[in-house]
């Protein structure tokens, strides 16, 4: 008797299959009730196709599992499953669990509050665009760094200098890359108004391409496409501190008046933030890595923190458009800050519904 | 239609791009997988134009005799001999390209990124001054991290490691929270600007 | 010139000097400061420890360059000594151009170490078996969602050049779902990356190792849970080696520990010039302060 419940004991129970949610198909997640013997090897999962009725392998899990994902499913099979519970030689086997099929979904649930969010937030910037459109004067905090462009552009033409634009580390799948591209695309016009060299060195081919494009179009909207040069967007190097190096070369050769280092950036943010410190050039930082916002604050005269990367654009243009999409980031981010103040004052109250927040 | 044509592509493969996350179909899981490999064959293609414009733009300086000439020429150079090692040689483990990077790249790299300690005394030393209340609390917990994270910050109270720990954490996590909250909005609202054709910059027009 | 006015205006290349100095004086004094552990070391660390040997796989996306290898490569020689020991089969990847050449000496030391202990074949690291090294990919984003659907559609042959469907490790080892923990070494935003699409897509559990001047930015990660362990800078490495001698898998620890040394004494030094820094400039504020009064 004693030995029939050690081995009822090492046999897995409630075995139960399902279907994995929110996936392509072709996936069946099995759970089972760990057995609480610590010395026993692991589980192993054993499947069986209908209308088979042999049960064949299809994977091990460690003795710390208690649940399986076959990747093996077939859509159009329908299976049961066991586990057996491996110790040394001997195997206990589970009852079998239901049947079950895998199949594909068309919609991922677990995604539902940020397809909540982003219809809410488009929302949001339709409206304040519409309100911008009708001509309502929509207020928008001073922003020193983006107030320094025209000082700075200035300095750089009254001394007869080139102005270096750089737009950080990231490909152009980073956002703060794009942000720094609509920048660019400010800063040329006014280079090309001016008449000032203009230094845009980029890491990657994409971006270089895009700034390239930028710079050019920026000079033919201002009829200034006789002045454009090819050199002003050079394409330099994917490595990280050589890309650095290079841009400290250039500080050091061309004298830039001014800085502009704006976008993604890396470790190597001080290297080339403190060489333009050294030649005492006007220098104005921006980027969303909050890590290297304290080096920039240390060496560049502005610097813009974080999302004012991001409204630089709108403020430069002075566009009521994209002054309107202000806006609505800002009715977004506070919204969100209500919503998380809400929640959390519910947790107190042991009402957690934080996990709706989570996003698969 | 110079412009036309871009936002259109711009809208539609992004709104397909959005579609596609909250569908987890194969067939949505296909288009996602045959838009994420032509990114990379359009990146190559991006490769080839930004190799030229470095050859050029260091040919154009060579001719110029220029008095910093000499550094396209290494430019130049370097970047020919390599290309030309790894296609005649290959780059296997033991190449002679990989000697020429582990015994020449790495030490140069591993030198540009230890500058980084040189900058940054020197930028805290002249940044790290006790001009007003926020510099006082910024320098006091600087203090305290420095230690904390040193091996000797142990010996000197074993509280400090706690602290340190506790500032990274807490009030650092904090305020980092509160800046990737607006880069978060600000990174959501530039692409919804972008596909719905409100941000027009990146197309160099400004309107 | 007065010495208040001195000491707050040390010109920079007498502090780039004494850097170097205190750089140096470790490696000819053999000083040994014992490390406190991080509590992200450790959890990495057990983490790692909890993987059932000959089960699951941890993947090392190996993306540090040239520039930090003094504090990655360290860590992966760590991480690969650690699982080697355990009997966990590792992949390894890279998405930075620069890494591969890196990350073969990396696998190479580890194995050429233990398989000069080993007493027969079956003791031995045996390359497709034991371990795999991938080799370096472009489009990193399109890759890492690709690699949840098959991790040989997107490497059809590895960094050797053999087809890794052919090799015994990868017909087991299909994606994601038979990877245990993605360890990501770093300077760059590698494991953001990894953490946006591998992990809110397929969730795989992440690990990293980030130089000293990235770790920061990633303490969010580690409390949220998205990250299952964090090494920080050599002073990471070092708690990783230390690790290692405490739970009996290594007898000596390695270069981190070493290069600690160095870094202590910088700080130390830095911390110095602050002081100094002040107490002139305060010295100085005093003075103007009294010249104006008087």
Known sequence: MFFLLIISGLSPQSVVANDRPNDAGGCVIITWDSVSDTSIDGYIVLRQTLPDTTFKRVG?????????????????????????????????????????????????????????????????????????????????????????????????????????????????????????????????????????????????????????????????????????????????????????????????????ATCFFIGPFFAESLLMAETGNQIGAVQIAGTDQVLQLPFFVTACDYTLLGEEVYAASAYLSREPILLGSLKAQDFGKFLVLLILVFLTVLSFFNLNLLSFLKVE | MKQRLPLFICLVVGLLMVIQFYIPHPVSVGFNSIINKWVVILSAFALVLGIGNLVSHHISKIKKAKADRWYSLVTLISMTLMALVGLVFGIGPDSLYQKIFLNILTPLGATMFALLAYYMASAAYRAFRVRNIEASILLASAFVVMLGFMPIGQFLHPYFPQVAEWIMRVPNMASQRGILFGVAFGSIATALKIILGIERSWLGSGK | ?????????????????????????????????????????????????????????????????????????????????????????????????????????????????????????????????????????SGRVAALIEMGEGITGVFPKDYFDNATDTLTLLKRIVNYKDIALVVVLAAGDYPQEWILYAQTRYGVKIGAGLTAVMAPKYYPFLQTGQFSGMMSGMKGAAEYENLLVRYGYATETGKAEMAMNSQTLVHLLIIFLIVIGNIGYLATRKESVKRLNG
Request: hydrophobic share 40%; charged share 20%.
């Open chain 1, 60 to 256: 091990f899990t460690g003795r710390l599992k208690n649940e399986f994902e076959d990747n093996s499913a077939v859509d159009s099979e329908r299976y049961v499953y066991r586990i057996a519970t491996k110790k040394g030689e001997m195997y206990y086997y589970s009852p079998p669990s239901n049947v079950i099929h895998s199949s594909p979904q068309f919609f991922h649930t677990g995604r539902l509050n940020t397809l909540i969010a982003v219809i809410i937030f488009t929302f949001l910037l339709v409206y304040f665009v519409r309100r911008a459109k009708k001509g309502e004067n929509l207020f928008i905090r001073k922003i020193s760094g983006i107030d320094a462009v025209d000082e700075a552009i200035g300095r750089a033409t009254e001394m007869g200098r080139p102005i270096l634009y750089v737009p950080g580390l990231g490909d152009i799948d980073f956002p703060s890359t794009i942000a720094s591209m609509n920048i660019l695309g400010e800063v040329a016009k006014k280079v090309a108004m001016y008449d000032i060299p203009l230094i845009a060195v980029n890491c990657y081919p994409v971006v270089f391409t895009v700034a390239r494009e930028i710079v050019h179009e920026a000079f033919l909207n201002q009829g200034k496409i006789e002045k454009y040069k090819d050199d002003y967007v050079r394409y330099l190097t994917e490595s990280q501190f050589g890309y650095a190096g290079a841009i400290n070369g250039i500080i050091l050769r061309e004298r830039p």
């Open chain 3, 1 to 137: 010139m007065k010495w208040f006015e001195i000491v707050s205006r040390i010109d920079r290349r007498i502090i780039y000097s004494l850097l170097t100095i205190f750089v140096i004086i470790p490696f000819f004094l053999k000083i040994k400061i014992p490390q406190n552990i991080m509590p992200q070391t450790e959890r990495l660390f057990k983490f790692i420890e909890g993987i059932p040997p000959n089960d699951k796989a941890v993947m090392l996306s190996i993306d540090y360059t040239p520039q930090t290898m003094p504090e990655c490569h360290p860590m992966a020689i760590a991480l690969l000594r650690h699982c080697f020991k355990k009997g966990i089969p590792v992949l390894g990847v890279s998405f930075d151009p620069q890494a591969p050449g890196l990350a073969v000496v990396a696998f190479n030391t580890v194995v050429d170490e233990f398989n000069r202990q080993a007493g027969s074949r079956s003791d031995s690291l045996i390359y497709g078996r034991d371990y795999v090294y991938l080799g370096w990919k």
